[in-house]
Nanobody
Framework: QVHLVESGGGLVQAGGSLRLSCAASGRTLSNYAMGWFRQAPGKEREFVAAINRSGLSADYSDSVKGRFTISRDKAQNTLYLQMNKLKPEDTAVYCC???????????????WGQGTQVTVSS
């Protein structure tokens, strides 16, 4: 079982940056594609970004494309989300997830983290 723990959330002004981390324990993340998702109050969870097992392929939602960057460090067994040019509408709880395969073209997940709060003030 992969245990995921997010960190790096907080309060930031619009236009600012944050870097989220997702640390894994229990098993290596290197075999799995990884993703970031977010859920704002009163809204459904939405996809933010995903990266494949090798780290050579990534995908982003249209709302964050060009502002957010997903990356992974296999040696550290950690996933990252660099968030730049943050907007108030980015406010949400951000969770990382491990897909059940090396690619992100499915909606089957092995593990989810508990989430970290990101609040962007205007």
């Amino acid at each position: 079982q992969v245990h995921l723990v997010e960190s790096g959330g907080g309060l930031v002004q619009a236009g600012g940056s944050l870097r989220l981390s997702c640390a894994a324990s229990g098993r290596t993340l290197s075999n799995y594609a990884m993703g970031w998702f977010r859920q704002a109050p009163g809204k459904e969870r939405e996809f933010v970004a995903a990266i494949n097992r090798s780290g050579l392929s990534a995908d982003y939602s249209d709302s964050v494309k060009g502002r957010f960057t997903i990356s992974r460090d296999k040696a550290q067994n950690t996933l990252y989300l660099q968030m730049n040019k943050l907007k108030p509408e980015d406010t949400a709880v951000y969770c990382c997830a491990a897909y059940n395969s090396g690619t992100y073209d499915s909606n089957i997940f092995r593990s989810w983290g508990q989430g970290t709060q990101v609040t962007v003030s205007s």
